[in-house]
């Protein structure tokens, strides 16, 4: 089932509460919240006050993406404040398997991010430990930059590896989504949307919230059933023992 997940990266700070609940009332599943330190990303954004705060006006989960240095040193922090899921960047953790124990330790649905120039087979030794996988589709720090094409062929590969392993992680995808590109994201695989621009940028994050979601829904649809579907018990094992080596 394909979701949607709007950013407040690009909402009216001034207006957040009603934004979110706006954004909601559109079709929204979980908030996306954006965390950026100013040094693994070209950006400053939020941290844990602002998480409270959202937290004081909305039942949804908040999906905390953590683009930041030394992750592990924030993650009780966000629980505290609280971030229902919190996802870390492949490129900045040191330890990643303890960092992702970390997240569920402290009671948080704990998620992987790779940025473009990461490819997705090196999670393989993590992927059964996490609920959601975050193909970054554009470089991350900013919103309103254009979707990167190949990033269709992460979406691909992650579902065909949830089903050769037997796994049952969602596969997200943040940046560049809108109407000219949903179609095409929602048939590679993913099912959680990330949505900033496309949701708020206009001022009406309601109706826009609604048509992108109607959007993805149609585009789910026309996925073929069973697309994707494992090739049996054989081939799994095949497959596993060659990814192993």
């Known amino acids: 089932m394909v ?4 950013s407040i990266l690009s909402a009216d700070f001034a207006r957040l509460g009603d934004e979110v609940h706006a954004a909601e009332l559109g079709g929204g599943t979980t908030i996306h919240v954006d965390v950026m330190d100013g040094h693994f990303v070209p950006n400053l954004t939020l941290g844990p006050p602002v ?9 949804l989960p908040l999906d905390c993406h953590m683009m930041i240095e030394n992750p592990d040193e924030f993650v009780e922090p966000f629980a505290d404040a609280g971030a229902n899921w919190m ?3 492949y490129e900045a953790c040191r330890h990643l398997h303890r960092s992702l124990e970390l997240i569920a330790h402290h009671g948080m649905k704990p998620g992987v991010v790779i940025n473009p120039a990461t490819p997705v087979d090196l999670l393989i030794p993590i992927l059964g430990m996490v609920h959601h996988v975050l193909v ?5 720090g900013f919103g ?6 190949y990033s269709l062929n992460k979406l691909r590969r992650l579902k065909e590896l949830r089903q050769e392993l037997g796994l ?7 940046g560049g989504v809108g109407h000219d590109t949903v179609a095409r994201v929602v048939e590679a ?13 206009d001022g009406q994050p309601e109706q826009d919230a609604r048509a992108l979601l109607k959007a993805a ?3 789910a649809k026309q996925v073929p059933e069973g697309a994707g579907r494992d090739r049996g018990p054989s081939a799994r094992k095949q497959k596993v023992r060659s990814l192993s080596r």
């Open 144 to 149: 309103g930059q254009s979707f990167i094409p």
């Open 136 to 140: 970054m589709s554009v470089n991350p």
């Open 168 to 174: 049952s992680y969602r596969i997200e995808v943040d």
């Open 51 to 59: 998480v409270k705060s959202l937290r004081r006006v909305t039942d």
């Open 189 to 201: 695989g993913a099912e959680l949307l990330v949505a900033g621009s496309a949701v708020f940028a």
């Open 3 to 6: 979701e949607l997940l709007p």
């Open 87 to 89: 996802s870390v960047h």
């Open 217 to 219: 829904q149609q585009a």
